[in-house]
């Protein structure tokens, strides 16, 4: 069992930055992989990036070019740096892990944080 808890997310305003933490519980974070994705008000929840146990990294065009995932092991936490954000980037963002990337990929696998609140306005 893995339990995720994100936090980072606020208020901020446009062309701002944000850095969103999950941190998993479990001895074995570092053979998970991991996934960030959001879901806005009325639409579907979508993948933004997500990133193997080998530290390989891949985005979506929602994330691509302004964010960047990455994790730390030793501290079994995953992060997500965004920035320029703009306000299309409001979303719930949520975390996610699982044994294999093609399983974070699908999204329907492995286990799941709470969610973290991202607003971007002026």
């Known amino acids: 069992q893995v339990q995720l808890v994100e936090s980072g997310g606020g208020l901020v305003q446009p062309g701002g930055s944000l850095r969103l933490s999950c941190a998993a519980s479990g001895s074995i974070f570092s053979q998970y992989a991991m996934g960030w994705w959001r879901q806005a008000p009325g639409k579907q929840r979508e993948l933004v990036a997500a990133?193997?146990?080998?530290?390989?990294?891949n985005y979506t065009d929602s994330g691509k070019g302004r964010f960047t995932i990455s994790r730390d092991n030793a501290k079994n936490t995953v992060f997500l740096q965004m920035n320029s954000l703009k306000p299309e980037d409001t979303a719930v963002y949520y975390c996610?892990?699982?044994?294999?990337?093609?399983?974070?990929?699908?999204?329907?696998?492995?286990?799941w944080g709470q969610g973290t609140q991202v607003t971007v306005s002026s």
């Open positions: 996610n892990a699982a044994r294999y990337i093609s399983m974070v990929v699908a999204g329907a696998l492995g286990y």
């Open positions: 990133i193997t146990s080998g530290d390989i990294t």
